[in-house]
T-cell receptor
Framework: KQEVTQIPAALSVPEGENLVLNCSFT??????LQWFRQDPGKGLTSLLL?????REQTSGRLNASLDKSSGRSTLYIAASQPGDSATYLC?????????????FGEGTQLTVNP | KAGVTQTPRYLIKTRGQQVTLSCSPI?????VSWYQQTPGQGLQFLFE???????NKGNFPGRFSGRQFSNSRSEMNVSTLELGDSALYLC??????????????FGPGTRLLVL
């Protein structure tokens, strides 16, 4: 059974700092890994998706990497801003037979202080 | 292009009642998945529909059911509500299920409170 763990559970940083969020998964036979952002009481916003054959994806100040063999992904946020404060979730999708089913980590709650 | 929409956004029900939630996927998306989010259990997969057929089901009791219509809109139903069913219910859509590189997009959720 796939299990996804995110470390740390919470992180507080001053504005402008670069930071790394970690995600690990137990079964390396994943299809896709997706990073999401969730603001309090809201839905999930997709940030980046990495296919199993890819090593990294970038979007603006965000960079996500994937090391499938070791079961790890990191989300790097450059020059953090107060507007980045949210909970960040990683989710993995297994092979075709699992359909769209995502297995989520518990999330990292990020606070960026002005 | 409009995103995933969910109605209603908030619901208050009492134990024993039943509830129906609705999800309209992004235009052109045919796969809809449902998730329950609670502080204690996090995000848990309920079920997935594609072409009006349930393709996958999570580990939830039979009180939780769903369906999908020919226009890809989906509904989920919870019968005989329990206090523990209080949660944020999220739906996600994608063009096809289980495809490499297929991004899933989530709606804003329906907040259900069972009293």
């Amino acid at each position: 059974k796939q299990e996804v763990t995110q470390i740390p559970a919470a992180l507080s940083v001053p504005e402008g700092e670069n930071l790394v969020l970690n995600c690990s998964f137990t079964d390396s036979a994943i299809y896709n890994l997706q990073w999401f952002r969730q603001d309090p009481g809201k839905g999930l916003t997709s940030l980046l998706l990495i296919q199993s054959s890819q090593r990294e994806q970038t979007s603006g100040r965000l960079n996500a990497s994937l090391d499938k063999s070791s079961g790890r992904s990191t989300l790097y946020i450059a020059a953090s801003q107060p507007g980045d404060s949210a909970t960040y979730l990683c989710a993995v999708q297994m092979g075709e037979t699992s359909g769209s089913r995502l297995t989520f980590g518990e999330g990292t709650q990020l606070t960026v202080n002005p | 292009k409009a995103g995933v929409t969910q109605t209603p956004r908030y619901l208050i029900k009492t134990r024993g009642q039943q509830v129906t939630l609705s999800c309209s996927p992004i235009s052109g998306h045919r796969s809809v998945s449902w998730y329950q989010q609670t502080p204690g259990q996090g995000l848990q997969f309920l079920f997935e529909y594609f072409s009006e057929t349930q393709r996958n089901k999570g580990n939830f009791p039979g009180r939780f059911s769903g369906r999908q219509f020919s226009n890809s809109r989906s509904e989920m139903n919870v019968s005989t509500l329990e206090l523990g069913d209080s949660a944020l219910y999220l739906c996600a859509s994608s063009k096809y299920p289980g495809r490499l590189g297929e991004t899933q997009y989530f709606g804003p959720g329906t907040r259900l409170l069972v009293l």
